[in-house]
Structures are given as structure tokens and as C-alpha cells.
């Protein structure tokens, strides 16, 4: 019963803060959006970024470790993707980015803070960062067949990643009455941080009023590629990891000795099970590759979210967790 509350409890507030956004575009849909995306973007975000990777020691082999799932689940995907194509006749490159890349911001992250902590929250950032990296610089390329590097480097959130690991892994003593206002801008960047999370999920809901199901059939298929294999990938990944030794396990560990690899693990899970971002569907759009198709597949994923994602992370807390 503890289980499947800790479940209600992280899905439940994530998807009703987003219905509440998409509510509010209905009331209101003349809101400024764009001043709240790059309040996020510019702001909010980053302060949630450096936060949540200085108050958390920096590991290079968990870094690794997420670094690459993100990496051989963009691929494998990508591969099913083309796969698919084949057999299903569609034509154009838009098919590929709201199949392959995973909604590692708007509501993944509340979720890894509401699950996990802010552990949790870290590791989903470190996750969400080489994501959003590869969406920017492969997945941009995928659908214009440019990619401008300029761009790339002006991510906001990629500097706040930096140099929140710099502050987590050195230390250099200051005298105390620096240290004083120090400590009062980290929690100011910190109050900023928090305040991106709801700002995430509702700019989400809102919007999704922008998309419409234009094709059901690929959509459903497309969405189901998304939140259905991309966690059977993510677990199969956690069973290589653990056969050669990136996370260990043995009969009898202690799970407060490896608690730490069990959330990592989690995380993979619960990244790989998110719909397609909003962005994938407005790259498509802007660069005219199947944004119909783009904004049916982000839609009917996120709503089929609200079913898929319990359902993953029940498997996730009890294969991985344990509990």
C-alpha cells in the first residue's frame, strides 16, 4: 500500500498541475507564453540546475552510466524508428524526434524530486541535461539537416550544470562574513530552483492546447513506441549494467549500501517511460517536417501517461527498489 502511494503521490500532483495549465489556456489563451518559457528557461531552470548538483557530490562513473542510457535509448530508438517507416510508408524525418526523445523536463523532473528526493532530482537533471543536448545538436539536424553550434553553447542550464558541480566537488575556504551572503544567494537560487517545478508542469499543460490529433493511427503507434519500449530498453539496460559491474548487486547486498545505484537505476526507468517534449513537435513545426503527425504523438502520450507511468514505476519500485 506504501508502494502504490508513493506513486499516486509523485504521478497524481504532476498531471493535475498540468491539467490545470491546459484548463487555464482554455479560459485565457492569449497568455504570454513566450515571456514564461524564457522566465524558465533563463531563469528558473538554471537556478533548479545549480541547486540541485552543488548540494549533491559530483560522480564521473554515474555520470557515465546516465550519460549513456540517454544515449543507447536516442539510438535504439532511433533504429525501431526507421524500422517502422519502412513498414508503415511514412515519409519525411518528423516521425523521429517525439519517438526518440523523452520529456526529460516538465514533468520528469518533478517527479524524480517527488520520488526521490533531491538525489533523486540530481541525478534526473544530469539525465535530462545530455537529453536536451542531443535534441538541440542531432535531433535539430535530424529534421533541418543543419545544426547551429552558436545556439547549442547560449543553453542557459548546460553553464548552471557546470558550475554546480564545480561547487559540489571543490571547496574553497572564504572568510565567514563572505560566507554569510554566500549562503543566503545559494538560498535564493534555491527558492528560484523550486519554483521552477510547477512553472514546468503547467507551462506544459498549457501547452498542449496547441497540439491536435491529426492522425490517430501513427500517433497511437508513435506514443506507444515512446512509453512503452523506451522503459523496456531502460531495463534491459539495468541488467547489463549490473552483469558488468556499473551497478553493483549480489544475493544478500544491502540495499542502504547501494541505495544510491537503486535510484540511479530508478531514474533511467522513469526518464525512459516519459511521453515526447513539446519541443519535438515545435522543432517539427518549425522546420515544416510532419508537425500534425509531431503534435498527435506528443498529445495521446501524455495523456496515455497518466496509465503507462503508474504501471512502470510500480515495476520500477519493486525490481529495482525493491519495495
Known sequence: MHMEFTIIKAVLPSFAIALLGYLYSVKDSKLDMKSIANLIYYIFSPCLVYS??????FKFQEFIMLGSSVIVL????????????????????GVYLPIIFMNTGNIALPMAFFLYGNEGLSKAI??????????YS??????????????????PFLYAAVLGIITATISIPIPE????????????IEILGKGAIPLLIISLGYSLKRTRLSDVKHGLMGAGLRVIIGPVIAFGLIAIYRFIGWSPIEDGYSQVLFA??????????????????ITSFLLNEKFEESPELAASMVLIGTVSGIITIPFILSLSQKYILGM
Open 126 to 135: 544530469i539525465f535530462h541535461l545530455v537529453n536536451v543536448m542531443l535534441l
Open 74 to 93: 536516442i539510438f535504439s530508438l532511433m533504429a525501431i524508428t526507421w524500422f517502422y517507416k519502412r513498414i508503415s510508408g511514412l515519409n519525411g524525418r
Open 177 to 188: 562574513n563572505i560566507g554569510r551572503y554566500m549562503s543566503l544567494l545559494g538560498k535564493a
Open 138 to 155: 542531432m535531433g535539430v539536424f535530424m529534421v533541418s539537416k543543419k545544426t547551429d553550434l552558436k545556439e547549442f553553447f547560449k543553453i
Open 260 to 277: 544510491d545505484m537503486r535510484i540511479t537505476e530508478a531514474v533511467i526507468v522513469l526518464m525512459a517511460s516519459m511521453p515526447a517534449p
Open 52 to 57: 540541485s548538483m552543488a548540494e549533491n557530490a
